[in-house]
């Protein structure tokens, strides 16, 4: 069922961003939890996030702005940022190190978001992306979960464990979800002892 906008008014910020995208006829995808929104989950965070290509990045800023919206550009080095208000939409072309490509938007489905059909990332690609946000310095496994279990009939878990093997982070985690029962390793052919040793 569609949030009301009244009472999650990043809804309607999410909206007019993505009309004035696909105005200026630029690739992009949802991403983040709005994306997990869109392809039945829920969404729990405070911001709205966009996969662009880091070579459109000048333009759709210059457009936005001319919009009404406000612009930043963070040190980061990988998204820029745009305000409705005190409303955040992150727009991000080197998520987890990797850098967005034709073909990373056009790993998406065209959905209804509250009725504006928009390009949404996969759910495979979605899962991945959480998986590799995991570090040393931040590995919240209960941020993961939520997408795992609502999303996990939509997900390639064997692409998931491809992209992401090189994580110790993300092996634990596919273990977790094996005990916990909301994927099978075993089914994915990919030996547990496996898992744990990569």
Known sequence: MPLP???QPLIATLKRVAAQLKQLGVPFALAGSFAVYA???QPCDHDVDFIIKA?????????L????FRAE???????VKVYEDDRLVDLIYTPVQRPVTDETLADVDILSVNAVH????????LMIHKMLTWSTHYCDFARGLPTARSLREQIDWARVQRET?????ARA???????????????LAIPLREVVAS
């Open 73 to 79: 550009v963070p040190p980061e080095g990988w998204l």
């Open 165 to 169: 093997a090189h994580s110790p982070f």
């Open 173 to 187: 985690f596919l273990v977790l979800l094996d005990g916990l029962e909301v994927i099978s390793l075993a089914d």
């Open 5 to 7: 906008e009244d009472k």
């Open 118 to 125: 928009m390009p949404v990332l996969s759910a495979t690609e």
């Open 55 to 63: 070579e459109d990045s000048e333009r759709i800023l210059t457009h």
């Open 65 to 68: 702005v001319e919009a009404g």
């Open 39 to 41: 392809r039945g989950g």
